[in-house]
């Protein structure tokens, strides 16, 4: 990393080397956003980044859109960027990707640092707004530089290369976690399509008695003739018999062929039907 800082040697460092080891410190400013720089390194090259980004930084006020705030918390592993009420990381940019690092002495809120993306490798420049702590959080970021400095020391190199892989393995799981999550709401659909699908359309026409091609009940033999309940609630009367036999407009009985037998002629009638009977049957024999 540029010592970018490196004048700021004389002053005493503001946190116990404890506290950037074993834990992290915090502040809270405002993000301006990250742009892509060519360089990994230069006063110039941050200059411009912080322009550019003042600017879209007006755009967004005369908008309506309010800057998002940040939580920082510095390590010697590197700075999270996350947001102060759900703690959700936003970025994780390890230390040793850090490439530059300073404040601007032009505009005491405004600090930045580079950084090298492990994904598509290209270096960009955070900028951040500070009212008060600028500078504090630029010596922050230096005292946990050279703590790392001196532990890659003491360790030989090897604590970098264990760092890298710490990282690669948290950026892994934090990929695996988002497409756990993803793949849950998308069971959580399908399951609810299917629920959906398994429901018939109403309740009501399950229990509905099927009919034919002209919606009446088909008739069935078995089924026996409940009389329906009259309109007070009560059971409906008998239907009444015909206490007559019924006759034609000439008062006789109505004549029916299949009950009627030879005690129903009178003698003188019955008689002459049963000549014409013999003489058909003479009449047939001859024949």
């Not at 299949?258 to 003188?268: I, S, Y």
Request: aromatic share 8%; net charge positive; glycine share 4%.
């Amino acid at each position: 990393m540029n010592r970018a800082f490196n004048r700021k040697k004389d002053k005493s460092w503001m946190h116990t080397p404890e506290a950037l080891a074993k834990q992290f410190i915090a502040y809270n400013a405002k993000f301006l956003g990250q742009t892509e720089v060519d360089q990994p390194k230069g006063t110039e090259v941050v200059r411009d980044a912080v322009r550019k980004l003042k600017f879209q930084k007006h755009i967004k006020k005369s908008e309506g859109q309010k800057i998002p705030k940040v939580e920082l918390q510095i390590s010697i592993y590197g700075v999270k960027i996350l947001d102060p009420k759900s703690k959700e990381v936003q970025h994780n940019c390890q230390l040793h990707r850090i490439s530059f690092c300073a404040d601007d002495k032009t505009d005491k809120r405004i600090f930045t640092f580079i950084c090298k993306d492990s994904e598509s490798n290209k270096h960009l420049c955070y900028v951040f707004d500070s009212e008060k702590c600028a500078e504090e959080i630029t010596l922050t970021i230096g005292q946990a530089f050279d703590l790392a400095y001196k532990k890659f020391l003491e360790s030989g190199g090897k604590d970098v290369e264990t760092r890298k892989q710490i990282g690669g393995l948290q950026k892994r799981i934090q990929d695996l976690e988002a497409e756990n999550s993803e793949l849950k709401k998308q069971l959580q659909v399908l399951e609810e399509q299917l629920m959906i699908a398994q429901v018939p359309p109403g309740n009501s026409m399950s229990s509905k008695t099927p009919t034919d091609i002209f919606d009446m009940v088909p008739f069935s033999p078995m089924t026996p003739l409940v009389p329906l309940p009259a309109s007070n609630g009560s059971a409906p009367p008998p239907p009444a018999r015909p206490t007559e036999i019924r006759r034609d407009l000439f008062g006789a009985e109505p004549f029916d062929p299949f009950t009627c037998g030879a005690a129903d002629f009178p003698p003188d009638i019955q008689s002459k039907l049963d000549e014409m009977q013999r003489q058909r049957w003479r009449g047939s024999k001859w024949d």
